[in-house]
């Protein structure tokens, strides 16, 4: 049974910073590449980071390029969100997505997701 775990969110403030984790289980992780999505209220799902299998490859949503970094650790199946300068748009449910396909930023092309992990921004 696959379980992608989300943890790390939170209430912050305007400019701060969080890291959020996502450990997998039951999959071969390095087989997949992974993904970070957000929701908010409201709002459709985004796609918010990327990273495939050998972490050779990042990607990006342009509302968070320079400012968030996407990481794997294969040897203890956890992909990492560093989220910094955190501005109140940024505030919605973040999930974790483990895909066949290598770059992907479309959500139908991912295979398991996590149960998400509320970020919130104060301005």
């Known amino acids: 049974q696959v379980h992608l775990v989300e943890s790390g969110g939170g209430l912050v403030q305007a400019g701060g910073s969080l890291r959020l984790s996502c450990a997998a289980s039951?999959?071969?992780?390095?087989?997949?590449?992974m993904g970070w999505f957000r929701q908010a209220p409201g709002k459709e799902r985004e796609f918010v980071a990327g990273i495939t299998r050998s972490s050779r490859s990042t990607y990006y949503a342009d509302s968070v390029k320079g400012r968030f970094t996407i990481s794997r650790d294969n040897a203890k199946n956890t992909v990492y969100l560093q989220m910094n300068s955190l501005k109140p748009e940024d505030t919605a449910v973040y999930y974790c997505?483990?895909?066949?396909?290598?770059?992907?930023?479309?959500?139908?092309?991912?295979?398991?997701w996590g149960q998400g992990t509320q970020v919130t921004v104060s301005s």
């Open positions: 997505a483990a895909s066949v396909y290598n770059a992907r930023v479309d959500g139908r092309d991912y295979n398991y």
């Open positions: 039951g999959i071969s992780f390095s087989r997949y590449a």
